[in-house]
């Protein structure tokens, strides 16, 4: 598969109204992955796409701020669905908590360097979407058979493919090139040899 900026595939016309606004550098340089023949109707699905994401942010938001508020404040997850039934008070939405937090110098210089460290990630980050690791747990188990699939086991198989895959599974052998990111083999090593300090070898 070849790897893009989807600023680099359309002429400058195309991507000028992007210059300059806060969503430039999260739609024009964020990377994707596509197959060469499907390369054209990809850049098209996306910018078609656009439009409506960005029309629909501030409906998403309020959604998220009630799940935030639910899961912060009171303790419960809650899905899409109900969230967006529930009306909150100005003071709940915590919508001054986050825009001090964005205006925060230091919050800023943080954020930026992370962005630096990620854009030098030689692959995706992860493949749990916006998944959490029991999720992406769950959902792996489902795909394989009812197997378990412990934290940790899905921490490192969620750097290495899709829950569904039925290549994705676990070996504490398998070398860096098996994941997505090389640095997860050295941390899932860090671990590995930090439990045996403290409860000794298994094996």
């Not at 499907?38 to 994401?53: E, I, S, T």
């Given at each position: 598969?070849?790897?893009?900026?989807?600023?680099?595939?359309?002429?400058?016309?195309r991507?000028?109204?992007?210059?300059?606004?806060?969503?430039?550098?999260?739609?024009?340089?964020d990377?994707?992955?596509?197959?060469p023949?499907?390369?054209?109707?990809?850049?098209?699905?996306?910018?078609?796409?656009?439009?409506?994401?960005?029309?629909d942010?501030?409906?998403?938001?309020?959604?998220?701020?009630?799940?935030t508020?639910?899961?912060?404040?009171?303790?419960r997850?809650?899905?899409?669905?109900?969230?967006?039934?529930?009306?909150?008070?100005?003071?709940?939405?915590?919508?001054?908590?986050?825009?001090?937090?964005?205006?925060?110098?230091e919050?800023?210089?943080?954020?930026?360097?992370c962005?630096?460290?990620?854009?030098?990630?030689?692959?995706?980050?992860?493949?749990?979407?916006?998944?959490?690791?029991?999720?992406?747990?769950?959902?792996?188990?489902?795909?394989?058979?009812?197997?378990?699939?412990?934290?940790?086991k899905?921490?490192?198989?969620?750097?290495?493919?899709?829950?569904?895959?039925?290549?994705?599974d676990?070996?504490p052998?398998?070398?860096?090139?098996?994941?997505?990111?090389?640095?997860v083999?050295?941390?899932?090593s860090?671990?590995?040899?930090?439990?045996?300090?403290?409860?000794?070898?298994?094996?």
């Open positions: 598969m070849s790897q893009m900026r989807m600023g680099e595939t359309l002429a400058p016309w991507t000028g109204w992007l210059e300059g606004c806060g969503i430039h550098r999260v739609y024009v340089q990377f994707f992955r596509v197959e023949e499907w390369r054209d109707r990809a850049v098209r699905r996306a910018y078609n796409a656009g439009p409506k994401l960005i029309t942010m501030h409906y998403e938001a309020r959604v998220k701020a009630v799940r508020y639910y899961a912060k404040k009171l303790g997850k809650m899905e899409k669905k109900e969230a967006r039934t529930i009306w909150l008070t100005a003071a709940q939405y915590m919508q001054d908590y986050f825009v001090k937090r964005w205006c925060d110098p919050w800023q210089k943080t954020h930026e360097a962005q630096v460290r990620r854009l030098k990630m030689p692959g995706p980050a992860h493949h749990q979407g916006n998944r959490t690791i029991d999720d992406y747990a769950a959902r792996w188990s489902r795909a394989h058979g009812g197997q378990p699939c412990p934290p940790l899905a921490w490192a198989m969620a750097h290495k493919g899709k829950a569904t895959s039925p290549e994705v676990y070996n052998e398998d070398p860096p090139e098996a994941y997505s990111n090389a640095t083999h050295s941390r899932l860090q671990y590995t040899e930090m439990a045996r300090e403290v409860h000794g070898c298994w094996r």
